[in-house]
C-alpha cells in the first residue's frame, strides 16, 4: 500500500514538473515522434501520459502511449554497468522462458537508458545484437537527460550518476499493464519473482480475454 501510494506521490510530482516546464521548450530531446498518442483515452494514473520523446535501437522514435495495448515489462539501464543491468536483462529472459509462446506473443519489453549521453543508437543495437534479444518483442530506448529524469520519477527509479561516470541506481522490473497502469514491482534480479511472474500471467490472460470478448 505504502509502494503504491509512493507510486502516485511519485506520478504526481512528474506531472507537476512537466506544467511548470510547459512553455520551457525541449532542447534537450532527442527528436520528435511520428505518432501522435491519443492521452485522453488513456488513464490518468497511466505511466503513458508522460509525453516524452524516445528513439529506438532501430532509430525510430516514439512514445511512451505507443506501448498501449500491450503488457510491457519496463525498467531503466545503462550500457556501461559491469553488473547489475546484464542481469536485468538477464532475469527477464528468464520470466519470459516461463511463459507459453502465446503468453510470449503479447509481452513487451521496453528498457531506457539512463545515460543517453553514452548509450547512442548504435550502442543499443549493439546491445540487442550481442544479447540476442528478439526486437519485435524487445525496444532499448534513448531520450534526452531531462526525460530520462521524469521517466524515473514515474517509475520511481532512484538513480544519480558518480563522478566515475557509472551509475548508482534502483534495479526494479515495472509491469504495467495495456493502458500503461503500474500493475506489480520486483526487485528480484538473477532469479525468477514467482509473485511478479504470476502477475504478468494473470495480465497476459485478461488481455487475451480482452482481445476474445471484442472479437466479433
Known amino acids: 500500500m505504502t509502494s503504491a501510494l509512493n507510486t502516485w506521490k511519485a506520478i504526481a510530482a512528474s506531472f507537476l514538473l512537466l506544467a511548470l516546464h510547459a512553455h520551457a521548450g525541449s532542447s534537450e530531446a532527442v527528436a520528435t515522434t511520428k505518432v501522435q498518442p491519443k492521452i485522453q483515452s488513456i488513464p490518468g494514473d497511466s505511466v503513458y501520459r508522460l509525453p516524452i520523446s524516445l528513439e529506438n535501437q532501430q532509430a525510430q522514435n516514439f512514445k511512451l502511449a505507443d506501448q498501449a495495448g500491450n503488457i510491457v515489462i519496463t525498467s ?92 548508482n541506481h534502483t534495479s526494479a522490473l515495472i509491469l504495467l499493464d495495456k493502458n500503461g497502469r503500474i500493475l506489480a514491482r520486483s526487485g528480484t534480479l538473477g532469479s525468477v519473482d514467482d509473485e511478479f511472474l504470476q502477475k504478468i500471467k494473470l495480465a497476459l490472460k485478461g488481455l487475451d480475454a480482452g482481445t476474445a470478448a471484442a472479437a466479433p
Open 76 to 167: 531503466m539501464f545503462y550500457n556501461s554497468c559491469e553488473y547489475v543491468c546484464p542481469m536485468l536483462i538477464d532475469t527477464i529472459r528468464m520470466l519470459e522462458k516461463k511463459l507459453d509462446e502465446k503468453e510470449k506473443s503479447h509481452l513487451s519489453v521496453l528498457l531506457v537508458t539512463l545515460d543517453p549521453a553514452r548509450d547512442k543508437v548504435a550502442t543499443l543495437q549493439s546491445i540487442a545484437k550481442a544479447r540476442e534479444l528478439d526486437t519485435q518483442h524487445w525496444v532499448l530506448a534513448r531520450t534526452s537527460e531531462k526525460s530520462v529524469r521524469q521517466l524515473a520519477a514515474v517509475l520511481n527509479i532512484q538513480y544519480r550518476q558518480m563522478d566515475s561516470g557509472e551509475f
